[in-house]
């Protein structure tokens, strides 16, 4: 299962192609004097406000400044909390239902990577405290749960 695949600073610096098939590419529009957007946006050029990446993946300039001119920092983190919270347990659940041992790691690898970003997004903001503490109980019994599966499994997560 990949995840999510994303713009690094690397794909601004070079065409030098990532390797494997969640490679992210920008859609090349035609610009002034035949460039793409692309090559227009190297050289400073401001980009255009959407942008589609492979897989219809899309960055939308647009609707990000909508957002975060209208809705409170806190509230943009607290819901993001959440979200990465929610696809955390379902990692760990579905970890947990697995037989195969290496299917069940790559979940949990999953579980922990969206716990992490849950966490990061909780602690965002001045009163942080009680709400990264409610996002890291909501994950709490699914997180040991998961755990415990694939200690009971594998011999080396025992030790």
């Known amino acids: ?81 959440f979200a990465w919270a929610s696809r955390a347990i379902a990692g760990y659940r579905v970890c947990a239902s697995k037989v195969a041992v290496q299917e069940g790691l790559s979940y949990l690898y999953l579980g922990e990577h969206y716990r992490e970003a849950a966490l990061a997004h909780a602690a965002m903001g001045e009163a942080w405290q009680p709400l990264f503490a409610e996002i890291d109980d909501a994950m709490a019994d699914d997180r040991a749960r998961a755990f415990a599966s694939m200690r009971g499994r594998s011999p080396a997560a025992t030790r």
């Open 1 to 81: 299962m990949d995840p999510i695949p994303t713009v690094t600073d690397r794909s601004r610096d070079s065409d030098a192609e990532a390797p494997g098939p969640s490679k992210a590419k920008p859609v090349k529009a035609p610009g002034p004097k035949g460039r793409s957007q692309q090559q227009r946006s190297r050289r400073g050029a401001p980009q255009g406000s959407r942008q589609m990446l492979q897989g219809g993946i899309m960055i939308d300039v647009e609707q990000a400044m909508e957002e975060i001119t209208k809705v409170p920092a806190a509230t943009i983190h607290r819901t993001a909390a």
